[in-house]
């Protein structure tokens, strides 16, 4: 099979003919037909994620076909369409996997990271943390729903029941970043629907329940504290960000929080694609073939296109229809 190896951190992908893998028990073997390029990717290809095992296929954004079954699988069937996110691995017994927060377990390995990812045609995941797929939309679409999707969709639970909801930051999760002065992307967040869209130096037309901070930069924590209405949370969904400078307790008093979120649990998951069958959310994508994941990092570093990078794995979709 064809697949896009990392061999070490700061090199650039390279192609690579590697043996199909075989399913181990417990595993599905998956025929890979799109595979999202997450900005993870891109900081693990930079070298600034610890831990990583290499050589390594990265891609945690997988959508693919069951072509395999390890012994012991149960539940799945050859041909369906599943999902492959980034929590790939949990050790189950520990105080977060117990208390119903397991992507916070303490042993945790991740796809396309520990385990194997979907930069190739076929990859191995452990069927339990595996995700049945609607059949529509199609994968390039379905992709970027299995990370940015999904902690967008986190983060939307953490905001509890909120009426006046504020995105910061307008990219693969909320679909790309608004600026002051960006007007693109803010007419981007209008057309997906949004009732107001502006530069993050201008407040909202009303103060916010909560608000869901995409974009990396710090700077946004004490700013989107101040739209804040009483009781309201800041919701950080980012992994990286810039320090957070210093601001009065005030903006603070009045119950109003700050909190993270962690990628996802399977609950998550299966709760997030569940609420899709009934409004399949529109993804704005930038399409490759599997051979060009460099020129897709590269792009995605550059902001070069709006929404998210997809690898396209170029496979026989008419042999998994017809069945
Ligand atoms: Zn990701
Ligand atoms: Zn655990």
């Known amino acids: 099979m064809r697949a896009m190896v990392l061999d070490g951190p700061g090199q650039p992908l390279r192609l690579a003919e590697l043996p199909c893998p075989v399913p181990q028990a417990g595993q599905l073997l998956l025929a890979v037909q799109a595979c999202g390029v997450c900005r993870t990717d891109l900081h693990l290809r930079d070298g600034e994620l610890p831990d990583a095992v290499w050589p390594l296929v990265p891609g945690h954004e997988i959508v693919a076909r069951v072509a395999g079954l390890g ?30 927060r397991e992507n916070l377990c303490v042993q945790a390995c991740f796809t396309g990271y520990q385990l194997p990812g979907g930069y190739a ?5 452990d069927a339990r943390y ?29 905001a509890g029941d909120a009426g006046r909801l504020g995105i910061y930051g307008f990219g693969a999760a909320a679909h790309l970043i608004t600026r002051p002065g960006d ?3 803010q007419a981007f967040a209008l057309s997906l629907g949004a009732c107001w869209a502006g530069g993050s130096d201008a407040p909202p037309p009303e103060p916010l329940d909560a608000a869901l901070i995409f974009a990396p930069a710090g700077a946004l924590v004490p700013l989107a504290l101040r739209h804040l209405d009483k009781g309201g949370c800041v919701v950080c969904a980012g992994i990286h960000m810039s320090d957070i400078p210093g601001f009065p307790y005030a903006w ?12 996802l649990t399977r609950a998550d998951g299966q709760a997030f694609f569940e609420a899709i069958r009934q409004a399949p959310p529109r993804t704005e994508v930038q399409v490759f ?3 060009q994941a460099n020129e ?28």
């Open 252 to 263: 603070l008093w009045g119950e109003r929080s700050i909190r993270s979120v962690a990628h």
């Open 130 to 158: 595996c995700l049945p797929l609607p059949e529509a939309p199609a994968p390039e679409h379905l992709a970027p729903l299995l990370c940015a999707g999904l902690i967008g969709y986190r983060a939307l639970r953490m």
């Open 296 to 323: 897709a990092l590269e792009q995605l570093r550059r902001g070069a296109f709006q929404g998210a990078a997809v690898l396209r794995v170029a496979g026989d979709e008419a042999a998994w229809t017809a069945e």
């Open 289 to 291: 073939p599997l051979e």
């Open 121 to 125: 045609e076929y990859t191995l995941a």
């Open 71 to 100: 012994p012991g699988v149960r539940g799945w069937r050859q041909g369906q369409r599943v999902g492959v996110p980034w929590l790939g691995w949990t050790c189950g017994h520990c105080r977060f996997c117990t208390s119903g």
């Open 183 to 185: 007007g693109a992307s």
